[in-house]
């Protein structure tokens, strides 16, 4: 009889706990569907030079190659800056739906670089209400120019590392239009003394304007904080077109950098866009699904 009364109290305390969970999972999901997620804050995870909230959904890879010509003053005999040529090519990889890496390689500098993007919160509104959507950003670039035999004495191999922290925080105030604010600190294991610091900051805004259903136009500017008097480097300033083809985004730039990495955009733009230095290129996207799609 204590053995029955033992198992009858066990399997009521079990039903109880399954009873709680059930409705533990009712209640979340009855929440979740309450709650209406910003979406598609912008259409690809690059603005112009710099990256946008957007991260690759779990499983989901994406390739970049982006490029950048000549400044369009060369002039006929640099074919209006056709005749030169800024590459880089990357992947980008959702490891959650949150968090997504990536690894790249830059003409400029022959330059490998990694980053990770975090989404801490994402905007929404109803049973969960926020504002707007921040995504944490981190990243390390190491640059192979010089080559060692060419390298000035004292030069060593940490000394081509740079990094890069980002905080980026986008609203989508309509269906149409989103903007973004990028706080950033590039910090450079070398530089030239006399006319750069090894730390940067520089506070970046953007935004996007979709004008149809698969065109949309986006900006963005960087200014940078505490420059040397003497800096020979200007503020980065970009201007793009978005074109959405199926699985292809296919984005045409302006801008008065061909860097293609934080460390040589923001720290190392050496074009005035004022003057005609426009460098014209583009971005070109293609995502691949791995798993099952949601």
Known sequence: MKKLVLSLSVLM??????????????????????TDYAFQTFKGTRLVNGHTVETKPKSTLEFIFAHRFGPINGGAYEMFGLDQAYVRYGLDYGITDNLSVSIGRNSVDKTSDGYFKYKVMRQSKGSRNMPFTMVLLGGAAYQFSPKKNAAPDGFENIDRLSYVGQLLIARKITPGLSLQLMPTLVHRNAVTQLIEKNDQLALGVGGRIKVTKSVAFTSEYYYRLDVPENSPYNNTFGIGVDIETGGHVFQLVFTNTRGLTE???????????????????FNVTRTFQFGQKK
């Open 13 to 34: 305390f079990a039903l109880s706990v399954a009873a709680q969970d059930d409705l533990m999972k009712e209640l979340e999901q009855s929440q979740q569907s309450d």
């Open 263 to 281: 460390r040589a955009f923001i720290t190392q733009t050496d074009g005035d866009f004022a003057d005609g230095d426009i460098h014209f290129g």
